[in-house]
């Protein structure tokens, strides 16, 4: 088994093959307890059974946390059996990193298995709200890899903050504000100094500006999350890195979109020059050709809207 160490960071492929629906994920060491199925840096697909972010795990002397339950049940079945692989610990706790179908759908799994489900108050409504729909997008993609899956909305909820204790492992779940999607939160472990950042933080693929989005306070939130020092980030999609990785394709990125965009509205230019934007200093990013053109239209008619 082949490791190397990135700062605070242990990178050690352990188990299984790319992620084959009810088969053993494989799984990346991050630290001594922390281990992460890395999702393919690609848009959810039928060929990747959806797994294109970032699940991840905590093994606590009294219990295993996962983070994000999965884009489908048969996903979550196969984290299991890896997870089954290198601990007996059961699995106690499945968070939810946002309201996105790749972080809940899954839920179904862990429900069934008697796991206690936790999100953020705002992804659970957002769950409530669209999850038949959501699911639904994801059925029509993943066709029989599908199969089991049920909108699972958690029976735990939280505003800002909330701790849970694996026996001396400490567990901080962490809400910095609005910012990618309706209630990302970000997983804290202050005794080894690793976030599970979950997606307020990019570096490897280009990031998503949905219409919800809330670029300016994601800008802001980012300090928040450098003020903790982490010495490792697992990302929402992505390998494990370091905080200035991230800052540079989360933070850097918003805040040069935001720059030229507000240029383009002292100039009473339009929705054409948005699109025209030159981000190609980010083209070697995945996702990058999806979704560059969208972002700027998205953050160019909320500016656009907010100024008026």
């Known amino acids: 088994m082949k490791i190397v160490r990135t700062l605070g960071c242990i990178t050690a492929c352990l188990i299984g ?3 084959v629906s009810g088969t053993p994920l494989k799984l990346t060491q991050v630290t001594d307890n922390v281990y992460s199925a890395i999702g393919a840096p690609a848009p ?12 991840s795990v905590v093994i606590g002397e009294m219990g295993v946390l996962v983070v994000n339950g999965g884009d489908n049940f048969l996903l979550a079945k196969g984290l299991h059996e890896a997870i089954r692989q290198i601990t007996d610990k059961k699995v106690v706790w499945v968070v939810n990193e946002n309201g996105q179908g790749h ?12 796991v206690k489900l936790i999100a953020h108050k705002n992804a659970v409504e957002e769950m409530r709200l669209h999850g038949d729909s959501i699911l639904k997008r994801m059925q029509n993609r993943n066709l029989e890899k599908a199969k089991g899956t049920y909108v699972a909305v958690p029976n735990h909820e939280f505003e800002d903050t909330m701790s849970i204790q694996l026996g001396n492992t400490l567990v901080e779940l962490r809400y910095f504000g609005p910012a990618h999607s309706p209630g990302d939160i970000s997983v804290w472990l202050p005794q080894t100094k690793v976030l599970i950042a979950g997606d307020i933080a990019f570096h490897q693929r280009l990031l998503a500006i949905f219409p919800d989005t809330n670029v300016e306070n994601w800008i802001s939130s980012f300090d928040k999350l450098a003020g903790l020092e982490p010495a490792c980030i697992v990302p929402g999609h992505g390998v494990p890195t370091d905080l200035e990785s991230i800052r540079l394709t989360t933070q850097a990125y918003l805040q040069f979109l935001t720059d030229a965009i507000l240029e383009i509205l002292d100039n009473d230019e339009g929705l054409t020059e948005a699109y025209a934007i030159d981000q190609s200093d980010y083209a070697h990013l995945n ?3 999806e979704l560059a053109t969208k972002n700027a239209g998205r953050l160019f008619q909320t500016l656009e809207m907010e100024a008026f």
Not at 47 to 55: P, Q, S, V
Not at 103 to 114: H, P, T, V
């Open 17 to 19: 093959s790319s992620s």
């Open 44 to 55: 959810p697909s039928y060929e990747n059974a959806g797994h294109n972010n970032n699940l």
């Open 103 to 114: 972080a809940f759908l899954g839920n179904s799994y862990w429900r069934d298995q008697g």
């Open 287 to 289: 996702t990058f050709d």
